[in-house]
């Protein structure tokens, strides 16, 4: 049986085959999991806010964010041995929980989806597949032997990407 290692909000975790990476309880955070098939060496990174800019880095976590919490998984990945140039992404999340601003511009859940996916982009880390938006809460496992993650949403089937 694989070992599930559980991540919390704000966190970055990394691990290879055979072990499960797992998230539950997932709103408007995006969890970004990175993976490579080759080696079967991946991470997440749950990632609550879209940007960094103004923050004191010294006191906060940069997992936090998506501008410091993308390059940061990129690399704890290249350090638990995966090669760069096979690395792919998927994103979880990005929910609507709360209701919007009042002038309905702007939303956390989209910010955040849309901040994970420009950083990716940035750094040329293609995106696989996603599960991402409505108003409902997720939870996830990622199987690092296979690189499927399995998206439970409550009052549906369960689903892999």
């Known amino acids: 049986m694989s070992s599930v290692i559980p991540v919390g909000m704000s966190q970055l975790k990394t691990a ?27 991470g997440l990174a749950h990632i609550m806010l879209p940007d960094s800019a103004g923050m004191d880095m010294t006191s906060i976590n940069p997992i936090k964010f998506a501008d410091t919490a993308v390059p940061a998984l990129i690399e704890a990945v290249l350090d638990e041995g995966a090669l760069r140039i096979g690395l792919e992404a998927k994103i979880f999340g990005g929910s609507e929980m709360f209701p919007p601003t009042e002038d309905y511009s702007s939303t956390i859940g989209r910010d955040n989806t849309k901040a994970v996916k420009s950083v990716l982009k ?21 199987d ?17 990407l």
């Open 144 to 160: 690092l032997n296979s690189g499927l993650v399995k998206v439970y949403i409550v009052g549906e089937e369960a689903r892999e």
């Open 122 to 142: 940035k750094y040329n880390i293609p995106l696989k597949g996603e599960d991402t938006g409505g108003n409902h809460g997720r939870s996830i496992e990622f």
């Open 16 to 42: 290879k085959s055979p072990a499960l990476l797992a998230v539950y309880g997932i709103g408007s955070c995006i969890i970004l999991s990175i993976y490579d098939a080759t080696r079967r060496i991946g």
